[in-house]
């Protein structure tokens, strides 16, 4: 789902590669603005291009299709995972004033480079319109609020905080698959016994974005709930001994993971689970489909967790879709946004995708169960915001944060890691 954010507001990278999602429309990469009747076709611009993304991002197309028939999808997805390439590619359209129509973003922080430099407009009137306000629940719009307006419409709910694992690889080293560890350090001891008893992997990793994305269920699991809150408006520190002790166990973790973990993508890491190569993969729901695909069954096959020492919170990202300024096919947009944000393209979506509704109104017997259970984790856990997909920190500020996780990942150098962190820090807050 991601790739390494090193991709900043400036947004710049290489090898840029466009790819379509097979759908109605899709001519790949289109930037399609010529001129003709505002909603007869909408540009509609996600990093969605493969894999469960694909699967269900033509899910809620085709409702679309059914929706609003008279409107033409035109599909400009971006490969490349955590929609950095797609970031690059979308900062340059901007920047030449070629917007899409709408865009796909991580609802949060992520949007405040966009919402600063005046390229989205506001959606609160939608919201209101839509009867939105009464249908996602109250928690969701103030994390969608900034400044009293609302910039995005969510098509789901994620939790990053969840630890994937093989039951038999578990098993046959006589670990008990059913529950969590105590502790990390009880993980840790497990890991170790997984590696004694030859899993060549023990714990699957992936590139950059899946390294910060362990990383902080580390330093929730450390500081907890409001703890880990406080890292973004500086009310914990990044010198506190807890990120401290989170550093420390993060490298303690690289001793068990894959050899090749800095050039997998989220997907190919999961693999290594799902071919038994390792025990354990942290990894954000979205991970459900692949499992689905491979014909393995919840509670058998494989099950879930919060991550280790994260019982009881619920580590928040939401695919979102904007209005940008200036859109050449503003009706078509609205058409979009209508069907990203109804009943029956959440569900449609949400179901292909492995992710949850964002709408309250959802019927639980319509999903899975791994899906179920975050349904309930959705409703009752405390919610942070995660720092790896865009809800928690500004690009500018995770791009820091990813580079410094990634260096750590060659140099285990723990006293440079938290320097890098804590200037990284000073640098967003001021």
């Known amino acids: 789902m991601r790739k390494s954010l090193a991709v900043v507001a400036g947004l710049a990278t290489t090898g840029l590669l466009l790819t379509g999602c097979g759908s109605s429309g899709g001519d790949n990469g289109s930037t399609d603005t010529d001129s003709g009747a505002s909603g007869d076709k909408v540009e509609v611009f996600t990093w969605w291009a493969?894999?469960?993304e694909k699967v269900g991002l033509d899910a809620?197309?085709?409702?679309?299709?059914?929706?609003?028939?008279?409107?033409?999808?035109?599909?400009?997805?971006?490969?490349?995972?955590?929609?950095?390439?797609?970031?690059?590619?979308l900062a340059s359209r901007l920047e030449a004033n070629d917007p899409p129509d709408s865009f796909q973003a991580h609802a949060g922080a992520e949007l405040t480079d966009y919402i600063e430099a005046g390229q989205l407009q506001d959606l609160s009137g939608f919201f209101n319109d839509e009867g939105l306000t009464e249908v996602f629940p109250e928690s969701l719009i103030e994390r969608l609020t900034v400044d009293g307006k609302i910039y995005s419409v969510p098509s789901n709910i994620h939790r990053a905080n969840v630890t994937w694992v093989n039951t038999d690889v578990l098993e046959s080293a006589g670990i008990d698959a059913t529950k969590a560890p105590a502790s990390v350090d009880a993980w840790i001891a497990d890991l170790k016994k997984l590696k004694d008893a030859g899993v060549e992997s023990p714990l699957a990793l992936g590139t950059e974005w899946t390294q910060m994305q362990l990383f902080e269920t580390l330093l929730i699991a450390e500081l907890g709930?409001?703890?880990?809150?406080?890292?973004?408006?500086?009310?914990?520190?990044?010198?506190?001994?807890g990120v401290t002790t989170a550093i420390?166990?993060?490298?303690?973790?690289?001793?068990?993971?894959?050899?090749?973990?800095?050039?997998?993508?989220?997907?190919?890491?999961?693999?290594?689970?799902?071919?038994?190569?390792?025990?354990?993969?942290?990894?954000?729901?979205?991970?459900?489909a692949a499992f689905v695909q491979a014909g393995w069954t919840y509670?058998?096959?494989?099950?879930?967790?919060?991550?280790?020492?994260?019982?009881g919170i619920f580590d928040f990202l939401a695919d979102?879709?904007?209005?940008?300024v200036g859109a050449p096919h503003e009706d078509g947009a609205n058409a979009w946004l209508k069907t990203v944000s109804s009943a029956d393209g959440q569900k449609a979506f949400n179901q292909a995708k492995g992710s949850i509704p964002a709408r309250t109104d959802a019927d639980p017997a319509?999903?899975?169960?791994?899906?179920?259970?975050?349904?309930?984790?959705?409703?009752e856990d405390t919610i942070v915001s995660s720092l790896a997909h865009g809800a928690a920190a500004k690009i500018s500020w995770s791009t820091d944060i990813s580079s410094a996780i990634g260096k750590f990942g060659s140099d285990k150098n723990a006293d440079a890691l938290q320097s890098a962190l804590v200037d990284a820090a000073t640098k967003a807050l001021g």
């Open 50 to 52: 493969s894999g469960s």
């Open 299 to 311: 509670g058998q096959e494989y099950t879930t967790w919060p991550s280790v020492g994260t019982e």
């Open 366 to 379: 319509d999903y899975g169960d791994y899906q179920k259970t975050a349904l309930q984790s959705w409703a």
């Open 225 to 241: 709930a409001e703890g880990y809150s406080g890292l973004w408006d500086g009310s914990t520190g990044w010198d506190d001994a």
């Open 248 to 288: 420390d166990q993060y490298g303690q973790l690289l001793e068990y993971v894959n050899s090749d973990f800095a050039g997998l993508d989220w997907d190919a890491a999961t693999q290594v689970l799902i071919d038994g190569a390792a025990g354990y993969n942290v990894m954000g729901d979205w991970a459900e």
């Open 60 to 89: 809620l197309v085709s409702v679309f299709d059914e929706q609003h028939p008279d409107i033409e999808f035109i599909n400009a997805a971006v490969a490349g995972g955590a929609g950095s390439n797609a970031k690059a590619a």
């Open 320 to 324: 979102s879709f904007t209005l940008p």
